[in-house]
């Protein structure tokens, strides 16, 4: 149980166009979800976190006009990387979970390798 | 928050036993305690949590000291797929539990 399924899994792309991730809980709903960044040889670094039917709350540094951020259902999440650029380039992972205390765990789905040229 | 601190790195044999240490010495009250692993190229996979007493899953067992201050995760048997990073993490009170991923511990398996 608690699969987080994330799509697509690599994408590469010229730069100045947009990318939609998407973050789907498959068999169970997901009150809040995470998004992360990881660069090579770096640990996670957490982008956002959104409630559904909420906005997104965005962690210093991260531009929300960059990054948005959509959680319309208890089972889906995406991220649009608007306008990206090389430096945008990174694994995106997000992470689903169940209420809202901490004796909760998170599920991450297998995260997206994005690529602009 | 509290913090955690881990060794960065840990060797161990297959078919061994794997003991990974965690220090959070400031930890409070209300403060779970998560494992999670991270293989290469891969999302984070949930391991265990725990806040007092010592737990078991199906993965590994999580042991608790009893001040708290520290806790150990336990591989009871390490694989070559056991090889990953192991993060140990209090989340974050009043931040809408957000986990904060710090280096944690490189295990490598040996044959």
């Known amino acids: 149980g608690a699969v987080v399924s994330q799509h697509p899994s690599w994408v590469i792309c010229k730069s100045g166009t947009s990318v939609k991730i998407e973050c789907r809980s498959l068999?169970?709903?997901?009150?809040?979800m995470f998004w992360y960044r990881q660069f090579p040889k770096q640990s996670l670094m957490l982008m956002a976190t959104?409630?559904?039917?909420?906005?997104?709350?965005?962690e210093q540094g991260v531009e929300k006009d960059k990054f948005l951020i959509n959680h319309a259902s208890l089972t889906l999440s995406t991220l649009t990387v608007t306008s990206a650029h090389p430096e945008d380039s990174s694994f995106y992972i997000c992470?689903?979970?169940?209420?809202?205390?901490?004796?909760?765990?998170?599920?991450f789905g297998d995260g997206t390798r994005l690529s602009i040229l | 928050d509290a913090k955690t601190t881990q060794p960065n790195s840990m060797e161990s044999n297959e078919e061994e036993p794997v003991h990974l240490p965690c220090n959070h010495s400031?930890?409070?009250?209300?403060?779970?305690i998560h494992w999670y692993r991270q293989l290469p190229s891969q999302g984070p996979e949930y391991v265990i949590h725990?806040?007092?007493s010592n737990v078991n899953n199906r993965m590994a067992s999580l042991a608790i000291a009893e001040d708290r201050k520290s806790s150990t995760l336990i591989l009871h048997r390490a694989t070559l797929r056991d090889a990953a990073v192991y993060y140990c993490?209090?989340?974050?009170?009043?931040?809408?539990?957000?986990?904060?991923f710090g280096k944690g511990t490189l295990l490598t398996v040996n044959p």
């Open positions: 992470s689903a979970r169940v209420g809202t205390v901490s004796n909760q765990p998170q599920h």
């Open positions: 068999d169970f709903q997901a009150t809040t």
């Open positions: 959104s409630n559904e039917g909420s906005k997104a709350t965005y």
């Open positions: 400031t930890i409070s009250g209300t403060d779970y």
């Open positions: 725990g806040l007092t």
């Open positions: 993490i209090l989340p974050s009170r009043g931040s809408n539990y957000k986990l904060t």
